[in-house]
């Protein structure tokens, strides 16, 4: 699809490149809604899919707050561009496997998007990088309003909104937060951190990857709990702990730095020089090096590196990326000689740039 | 020892640094000899070990071969300077442990040495880069030939030179060649290499750590018979087989280039961005890093880098050389810091100066 070739030339609403830095990476927020009286996705057959999907469609390609916006069916899209919107958080892995009636609408900025025929009717999602759950809950909340002029939804006044899942029934909503947190894993100490927030009732797992396994440092928060609280308090719990958290991950930094400078300096180091010369990386050891450069441009060890340039690449070197950017389907071994050339090419221009490291 | 100061600033006998490449590093010849008469230095009480060495230093001191020498007596000298000669291979790490009356005389360009009461009176050794086995024979013989005027060796009719392990008895030769084998052992044929050497008598082991995990690539091929051969028939079979075993190398070389380009590269990229950009550094890492890029210089896939740079590298990094540059003995930790700092330091230096890799 012409139109996401364009999109991987851009930089990802959710990864900020104009510079935002610190644990938090970005902020998401998404509402779970299904149509009165019509059966859940995964019950329909193609023919009520389909109307579903054109209906809304319909309906979503006249809201001002979608201005500028795509349409994307899923079987119009090749596996490649659904892996890339997938990797940008547009689109949902579920979302990805599903065929006629299923797809998405989404602004050309990334900004909002709205899944149709996921695993309820509608999914409705606002993305932006830095935290900033109560804009997102805002902006969420104003497009659910819009949609509710023209659809009623299935909503029990005793449980709230229905979903096809019961852990989304009530508020439907599902707010995370992405953090990079290398100083806690570096020093190990992201086990009792994950372990006291699961007690407090929210879900912490890596964005790429399993648990404390998580690669690239990166982990998204969110909330458990659907039912019983209004949106607000949901949203400001989680605001805390994210805060909280951070604090922890500075802490830990700067414990880092006092007591092991010369391993990190060593852990930044070896990663910058395996980017900048590997002819073949995996995913997993890329993105984990990539969090160390993170780091290390955060704690001020890589001369005048950015954030910014280090977040692009976080998104370049995933496999859909990579096979949009080859302009073709790669088999691992392909995409690995493809990921490290482009990080190298990548860093070397940006060394460049800069007049080296 | 001041004299030791100033010979860590030259390149070693044995590590050429004129260009020399390919899988021969160098050669080196020694006899063990003894004086008639006189008990082994292993039986020998100190006021006997020090009456042989103040006969033998007079002696070497005053032969035209070992002009421009230096003369130092083990207690006259600090663990570091010990080490710093054991890894120039100037004297023996047996050497490096004994107290008065054992010492080296050598050249101050470091081709010839004659270590005194070591397990033997006499260890006359010769070494030189490349391979010429027969050249450092004359030059050993020869030498040997002049002590022989003032000295009546240990010598038996029916067996030959006699010494303090019977494994010399007889020519008292051993004869070893260095050889870097980075191709045989990513190509994982160096164990059958190894098998086939032993089993025409003669002996493989890592030049630093031990079989198949040498450190750096580096294998050392020699003699394991002294007795019942003249010394031209055991030199010539060693060059034979190191002749073979070059072969070898270089065709799993070719092979490499041909089956596995990138991963190749990705071991030599991957090599030099970590040496170029660690800040710690262990030992057998580094010798191992160091491997990958002598391979990556001689198969010109490291731009104008020579073979020489790296050479002479694998020298600075030994932990004796390390301290001595530093100019006070080190710990584990340190050292792996300081390694870094001069591998960094160099590589950034010859990159420099030849305008980037």
């Given at each position: 699809m012409k139109a996401i070739d364009d999109l991987v030339r851009q930089p990802g609403a959710?990864?900020?490149?104009?510079?935002?830095?610190?644990?938090?990476?970005?902020?998401?927020?998404?509402?779970?809604?299904?149509?009165?009286?019509?059966?859940?996705?995964?019950?329909?057959?193609?023919?009520?899919?389909?109307?579903?999907?054109?209906?809304?469609?319909a309906l979503l390609a006249g809201l001002p707050a979608l201005n500028s916006h795509l349409v994307a069916e899923m079987p119009s899209l090749t596996r490649v561009d659904r892996e890339v919107l997938?990797?940008?958080?547009?689109?949902?892995r579920e979302l990805a496997e599903k065929n006629a009636g299923s797809g998405v609408v989404f602004r050309r900025d990334e900004s909002i998007s709205v899944m149709v025929n996921e695993e309820d009717h509608l999914r409705i999602q606002a993305m932006r990088p830095g935290l900033d759950l109560e804009g997102l809950w805002r902006t969420v909340d104003a497009l659910d309003t819009e949609i509710e002029r023209s659809v009623t939804y299935a909503f029990s006044p005793r449980l709230g909104y229905l979903t096809a899942c019961p852990t989304n029934v009530g508020t439907g909503i599902r707010a995370s937060v992405m953090m990079h947190?290398?100083?806690?894993?570096?020093?190990?100490?992201?086990?009792?951190?994950?372990?006291?927030?699961?007690?407090?009732?929210?879900?912490v797992r890596g964005l790429w990857g399993e648990g404390t396994e998580a690669a690239g440092n990166m982990f998204q928060l969110s909330n458990q709990t659907t039912l019983g609280e209004k949106e607000e308090t949901l949203i400001s719990r989680l605001a805390q702990i994210v805060t909280e958290v951070g604090e922890h991950e500075a802490n830990a930094r700067a414990r880092m730095m006092q007591q092991k400078e010369a391993s990190l300096r060593n852990h930044i180091g070896r990663a910058y020089g395996i980017l900048m010369h590997a002819y073949m990386l995996s995913s997993k050891e890329t993105l984990d090096m990539l969090s160390a450069l993170r780091l290390g441009v955060e704690m001020e060890l890589l001369g005048d590196w950015k954030v910014a340039d280090v977040n692009a690449l976080f998104l370049s070197v995933q496999p859909g990326h990579l096979q949009?950017?080859?302009?073709?389907?790669?088999?691992?071994?392909?995409?690995?000689?493809?990921?490290?050339?482009?990080?190298r090419e990548r860093l070397a221009a940006i060394r460049s740039g800069r007049g080296g490291k």
């Open positions: 959710w990864l900020d490149v104009s510079g935002g830095a610190g644990a938090v990476v970005s902020s998401r927020v998404r509402l779970a809604r299904n149509i009165d009286r019509r059966p859940f996705p995964g019950w329909a057959g193609e023919e009520e899919s389909l109307r579903v999907w054109n209906e809304m469609t997938v990797e940008r958080h547009i689109i949902s947190l290398p100083g806690l894993v570096l020093m190990n100490e992201i086990g009792p951190v994950i372990k006291g927030i699961g007690k407090i009732g929210l879900a949009k950017a080859g302009g073709k389907a790669m088999g691992s071994d392909k995409r690995d000689f493809a990921r490290a050339r482009t990080v």
